[in-house]
């Protein structure tokens, strides 16, 4: 087989945008397969990119044996006689990411750029890890506040006094300052029953009681920007405090120049034109979301198998369905002893799939953990269900993904974030101060502000839900995604903030509450099963 140098360059440059990079006999073994479409070459070689994004590995480095299972599924589909037009324009449609794939990003403060992590994450880190989880939580929210009109002097505005300045003045040159100032810093309790505000190089104790908040929950380890001045007894007063403004997605992309900070690769301009058009013309693709499906509870899965006799019907059925955790009505911690009836509870799922033709056919299935089911541990990120509970499922829908939680999506152009956590109750328990009602006073709106703000999905204390230190970075919200799913067993919500669409599905196996997205529109449809 002769290839010409410039396929071979082609071929890397595709992957490496992507994030990957192989070893020479997955070279050959992607060369082999281009062979067969020597007039739609770049189709096929997109193809089997976006493919590979559909299943679980272990490694960016491909090797051969990985390729070919993912060549062979795609030569044996283009084989196939049946094989229409929707497998070549669907190609680019959906990318899973499991978030233990994405890359880790630093800010260099000095160069004002962002730079990629190398080397291993290991998952047991020390106390340096620990400390870098703040600084980079800090500096990635330093960095956007930096360019914000309001909190960056002008060069040439010498006319503006520094009491109508509204700079950012570092916690360490707060001594012997007199007036108002705005400081910001990560809120930490040193000393029991005093909260200080701590910025990269030093600490100052505030005094929060007569301040006056902006919407969000204000809960220990958030970042917040405060105005206020300096007592002399050494005790920052604060007047008013909030979180760091939010900056437009554009904007954020603009200045990552090319970086993927959100997994799945980075399309080029050609290529996101191109799924922007399908986009568009899928006014019929929707994704149906399902929170809390419990496999071992009856009702439940009789009212799952009244929504897919539902779909089973319609004119065109869902492009995907999401069916998040909890997958059991019990915690599955050390006391559960029911693991193989969870296994076969899995396989009777996989059944009810797969005896609706159209649905196991033409609709994807995305299932992702909740924070009570089965896995290593309850720390964040959690990673897909154990192969154990999934592989009688699998028997019969060998297409289905399964990812982590967090999981990130991206469909077409739009980037969505499923995230399944009781978030609002614990956001309310760890509210230093109880969330202002001027601007709205339904905490599922606060809940948002505070997540978008921080760019982060659980910037909770660790104390109250732990994290893998050197994967903090897969729970971020920056640039803002498209959609945002806050999975919870609260009430179910929907509401469009800054341009981000949120929504909590509510708990299918408590009120029968479900969501339904059409990405064309960016519309969110509430449902519920009667009765």
């Given at each position: 087989?002769?290839?010409?140098?410039?396929?071979?360059?082609?071929?890397?440059?595709?992957?490496?945008?992507?994030?990957?990079?192989?070893?020479?006999?997955?070279?050959?073994?992607?060369?082999?397969?281009?062979?067969?479409?020597?007039?739609?070459e770049?189709?096929?070689?997109?193809?089997?990119?976006?493919?590979?994004?559909?299943?679980?590995?272990?490694?960016?480095?491909?090797?051969?044996?990985?390729?070919?299972?993912?060549?062979?599924?795609?030569?044996?589909?283009?084989?196939?006689?049946?094989?229409?037009?929707?497998?070549?324009?669907?190609?680019?449609?959906?990318?899973?990411?499991?978030?233990?794939?994405?890359?880790?990003?630093?800010?260099?403060?000095?160069?004002?750029?962002?730079?990629?992590?190398?080397?291993?994450?290991?998952?047991?880190?020390?106390?340096?890890?620990?400390?870098?989880?703040?600084?980079?939580?800090?500096?990635?929210?330093?960095?956007?506040?930096?360019?914000?009109?309001?909190?960056?002097?002008?060069?040439?505005?010498?006319?503006?006094?520094?009491?109508?300045?509204?700079?950012?003045?570092?916690?360490?040159?707060?001594?012997?300052?007199?007036?108002?100032?705005?400081i910001?810093?990560?809120?930490?309790?040193?000393?029991?029953?005093?909260?200080?505000?701590?910025?990269?190089?030093?600490?100052?104790?505030?005094?929060?009681?007569?301040?006056?908040?902006?919407?969000?929950?204000?809960?220990?380890?958030?970042?917040?920007v405060a105005?206020?001045?300096?007592?002399?007894?050494?005790i920052?007063?604060?007047?008013?405090?909030?979180?760091?403004?939010?900056?437009?997605?554009?904007?954020?992309l603009?200045?990552?120049?090319?970086?993927?900070?959100?997994?799945?690769?980075v399309?080029?301009?050609?290529?996101?034109?191109?799924?922007?058009?399908?986009?568009?013309?899928?006014?019929?693709?929707?994704?149906?979301?399902?929170?809390d499906?419990?496999?071992?509870?009856?009702?439940?899965?009789?009212?799952?198998?009244?929504?897919?006799?539902?779909?089973?019907?319609?004119?065109?059925?869902?492009?995907?369905?999401?069916?998040?955790?909890?997958?059991?009505?019990?915690?599955c911690?050390?006391?559960?002893?029911?693991?193989?009836?969870?296994?076969?509870?899995?396989?009777?799922?996989?059944?009810?799939?797969?005896?609706?033709?159209?649905?196991?056919?033409?609709?994807?299935?995305?299932?992702?953990?909740?924070?009570?089911?089965?896995?290593?541990?309850?720390?964040?990120?959690?990673?897909?269900?154990?192969?154990?509970?999934?592989?009688?499922?699998?028997?019969?829908?060998?297409?289905?993904?399964?990812?982590?939680?967090?999981?990130?999506?991206?469909?077409?152009?739009?980037?969505?974030?499923?995230?399944?956590?009781?978030?609002?109750?614990?956001?309310?328990r760890?509210?230093?101060?109880?969330?202002?009602?001027?601007?709205?006073?339904?905490?599922?709106?606060?809940?948002?502000?505070?997540?978008?703000?921080q760019?982060?999905?659980?910037?909770?204390?660790?104390?109250?839900?732990?994290?893998i230190?050197?994967?903090?970075?897969?729970?971020?919200?920056?640039?803002?995604?498209?959609?945002?799913?806050?999975?919870?067993?609260?009430?179910?919500?929907?509401?469009?903030?800054?341009?981000?669409?949120?929504?909590?599905?509510?708990?299918?196996?408590?009120?029968?509450?479900?969501?339904?997205?059409?990405?064309?529109?960016?519309?969110?449809?509430l449902?519920?099963?009667?009765?």
């Amino acid at each position: 087989m002769v290839v010409s140098g410039r396929t071979r360059k082609k071929v890397q440059h595709k992957f490496k945008l992507r994030g990957f990079t192989f070893k020479v006999d997955a070279m050959e073994e992607v060369l082999a397969y281009l062979a067969h479409f020597p007039n739609d070459e770049d189709e096929a070689l997109d193809l089997l990119i976006d493919e590979m994004y559909n299943k679980s590995l272990h490694s960016s480095i491909l090797d051969r044996e990985v390729i070919h299972d993912v060549v062979a599924s795609l030569l044996e589909a283009h084989a196939a006689p049946d094989n229409s037009a929707r497998s070549t324009s669907d190609h680019a449609v959906l990318r899973v990411i499991d978030v233990f794939h994405i890359h880790r990003f630093h800010y260099d403060g000095i160069k004002k750029v962002f730079y990629e992590h190398t080397g291993k994450l290991p998952i047991h880190g020390d106390a340096v890890d620990k400390a870098a989880l703040y600084r980079d939580r800090y500096q990635l929210l330093f960095q956007r506040i930096s360019r914000d009109k309001y909190f960056s002097r002008p060069v040439f505005a010498t006319e503006m006094t520094e009491s109508e300045s509204c700079e950012i003045t570092s916690i360490q040159s707060l001594i012997g300052c007199t007036g108002r100032r705005w400081i910001m810093g990560v809120i930490s309790q040193l000393e029991e029953g005093q909260f200080y505000l701590e910025d990269l190089a030093a600490a100052v104790p505030i005094d929060l009681s007569n301040s006056k908040i902006t919407a969000g929950f204000l809960v220990e380890n958030t970042v917040i920007v405060a105005e206020g001045e300096l007592l002399p007894n050494g005790i920052f007063q604060v007047n008013t405090c909030g979180f760091p403004p939010l900056e437009d997605r554009e904007v954020s992309l603009k200045l990552l120049m090319g970086l993927d900070f959100f997994g799945g690769g980075v399309l080029s301009n050609d290529e996101r034109s191109k799924l922007l058009e399908m986009e568009k013309a899928a006014v019929n693709h929707m994704l149906v979301i399902l929170s809390d499906v419990w496999l071992d509870n009856e009702e439940t899965m009789e009212k799952l198998a009244v929504v897919f006799d539902a779909y089973e019907g319609v004119e065109v059925v869902p492009y995907l369905f999401i069916l998040m955790g909890n997958f059991c009505s019990r915690p599955c911690h050390f006391a559960f002893h029911s693991y193989s009836n969870l296994r076969m509870q899995f396989g009777k799922l996989g059944e009810m799939i797969a005896s609706h033709p159209r649905l196991k056919e033409q609709s994807k299935f995305l299932l992702i953990p909740g924070p009570d089911d089965a896995g290593s541990s309850k720390v964040l990120p959690r990673c897909a269900l154990p192969k154990y509970l999934t592989e009688e499922f699998q028997k019969h829908i060998p297409n289905a993904i399964f990812s982590s939680n967090p999981c990130r999506v991206k469909f077409y152009t739009q980037e969505i974030v499923f995230f399944r956590q009781d978030l609002l109750y614990r956001m309310r328990r760890a509210s230093l101060i109880p969330p202002p009602t001027e601007e709205t006073n339904d905490h599922f709106e606060h809940l948002v502000v505070t997540i978008t703000h921080q760019s982060h999905l659980c910037p909770l204390p660790l104390t109250v839900q732990p994290i893998i230190w050197n994967y903090d970075h897969c729970l971020r919200l920056y640039p803002t995604p498209h959609m945002i799913v806050l999975a919870d067993k609260s009430e179910q919500k929907s509401f469009k903030y800054t341009g981000i669409t949120c929504v909590n599905p509510g708990s299918f196996s408590s009120d029968n509450s479900f969501a339904v997205y059409r990405p064309c529109t960016q519309e969110v449809e509430l449902s519920a099963l009667d009765g």
